[in-house]
């Protein structure tokens, strides 16, 4: 028996990369499986497909996380087609790096809506569908710049800092209610994003690793089984650094 038998989980930015590995991972766990992106390409419908290979319900939904109606629609679709939802992953998430005196307001607005905004909508959606289950693990991908800054990554920073924040928050109003929220920040993951980069400045980031090494994909997505499985059941308001050691 599964980790997450019985439980559904709804991941947001889901259709590939580190939402990806953590949908198949819960799935593996026994968790069925809601998803959403921005539109649900061959991606979105590959992923779907993997996930029901493993012999558990998965459906991807296409929803823009920064609206709000958008959000409110596609939690009430998810809790029609589920019946629950019992942990929530707000991975969704871009960035648009530069200089604070060459960021425009656009990069900056894009960014605080598409991470930080997303995860407001999406906590305020499902809160009232756990409230009624009287329990629920919410979980936000922040990152390590979200906790220790990054030059270039003023928006991208502030906007994780802030999901370790309402996480944070969250936990102290829901906690009374069964309701834990935590918070993973990732360090350097090799992912298709940190694979673009060239190998002089991959072998630079390793070198300030003490595992020296990049993460996987399946790191995060261990910690996130923890965190959303009973075994973290007295594990609330924390941010846990899945960076091997690079920033202690």
Not at 109 to 138: E, T, Y
């Amino acid at each position: 028996m599964g980790l997450l038998e019985g439980k559904t989980a709804l991941i947001t930015g889901a259709a590939r990369g580190i939402g990806k590995g953590i949908a198949l991972k819960f799935a593996s766990e026994g968790a069925n499986i809601a998803f959403t992106d921005l539109v649900i390409d061959e991606n979105g419908k590959e992923t779907e497909a993997l996930i029901q290979a493993l012999g558990v319900k998965a459906k991807g939904y296409a929803s823009n996380a920064a609206n709000f109606a958008d959000t409110e629609d596609v939690v009430k679709q998810v809790k029609e087609d589920f019946g629950s939802i019992d942990i929530l992953v707000n991975n969704a998430g871009i960035t648009k790096d530069g200089l604070m005196l060459r960021m425009t307001e656009q990069q900056w607005d894009a960014v605080i809506a598409v991470n930080l905004k997303s995860a407001f909508n999406f906590i305020h959606a499902c809160v009232p569908v756990m409230l009624r289950q009287r329990g629920g693990s919410i979980i936000n991908m922040a990152s390590v710049v979200g906790v220790h800054g990054n030059a270039g990554q003023a928006n991208y920073a502030a906007s994780k800092a802030g999901l370790i924040a309402l996480a944070k928050s969250i936990a102290q109003e829901m906690g009374p209610k069964g309701i834990r929220a935590n918070s993973i920040a990732p360090g350097f993951i090799d992912t298709a994003m940190t694979q673009a980069l060239s190998e002089e400045i991959r072998k630079e980031w390793c070198q300030k690793i003490p595992l020296r090494r990049g993460g996987t994909v399946e790191d995060i997505a261990n910690v996130a089984t923890f965190l959303a499985s009973d075994l973290s059941s007295y594990v609330s308001g924390q941010v846990i650094q899945v960076d091997g050691g690079m920033n202690m």
